[in-house]
């Protein structure tokens, strides 16, 4: 009797921990690395090409051109990527917004270094601001999804306060049970320590009595 509160409580919070914590927990993980960390590598991308063709237009090291190819080509693969696995029509939008600009400053770039013979007349500062453009609605797209974990991790919290309230309530009951239970023991004690006496004595005048009759 006893252990049944606490048993019914630990199992009322293992069923709470796998149901809402471990599935939020693992929803949380899934949406971190399936959002969250691409939207942060194509900034990085971004960033590295960039750098690859400042890099070979100040040294002309062929290596530094294909480094940019290559990243050139992720790009446009991560962009399609996130795109498809947009959620919102916020994200969407920011996601167009990004690509546009990288479109505009990859333009510049293949035109100056991959295709000199197309050299354009425009100002080096406008690609770099288009890729300061795009990073801005790269990060616009993170900070929302920042805002969403941590959503995910309120009802986290919540979820293990309740677990938390279920496993005291469990306890609670349990010294209530048990305080119940050594009441009635020593109410049954006392009990039958009365009729014991009770029993005792009658006994005695019985015995009193039968060797009354017997002298009489």
């Not at 693969?77 to 498809?84: A, K, R, T, W």
Request: charged share 25%; with cysteine; proline share 2%.
């Amino acid at each position: 009797m006893m252990a049944v509160p606490l048993v019914v409580s630990l199992f009322v919070v293992q069923t709470l921990v796998s149901n809402d914590v471990v599935d939020a927990y693992d929803e949380a993980a899934t949406r971190y690395e399936e959002r969250v960390l691409p939207v942060h590598r194509l900034s990085l991308e971004i960033w590295e090409g960039q750098a690859r063709a400042d890099e070979y237009l100040r040294t002309k090291d062929p290596t530094q051109l294909n480094a940019y190819r290559a990243c050139r080509q992720a790009i446009r693969v991560h962009f399609s990527n996130l795109s498809q696995s947009a959620q919102s029509a916020e994200e969407s939008a920011s996601l167009a917004v990004a690509r546009s600009e990288w479109n505009r400053a990859d333009d510049f770039v293949a035109a100056t270094l991959l295709e000199p013979g197309l050299r354009t007349s425009k100002d080096p500062e406008h690609a770099n601001a288009a890729i300061f453009a795009s990073i801005a609605a790269l990060r616009k797209i993170e900070a929302e999804l920042a805002l969403d974990m941590r959503a995910h991790h309120s009802s986290i919290d919540q979820a293990q306060q309740r677990s938390n309230v279920v496993i005291k309530l469990g306890a609670c009951l349990s010294m209530l049970v048990l305080c119940g239970a050594l009441l009635i023991v020593w109410r049954a004690r006392a009990t039958i320590s009365r009729v014991a006496r009770a029993i005792d004595r009658r006994q005695r005048r019985s015995h009193i009595s039968e060797r009354v009759r017997k002298i009489a």
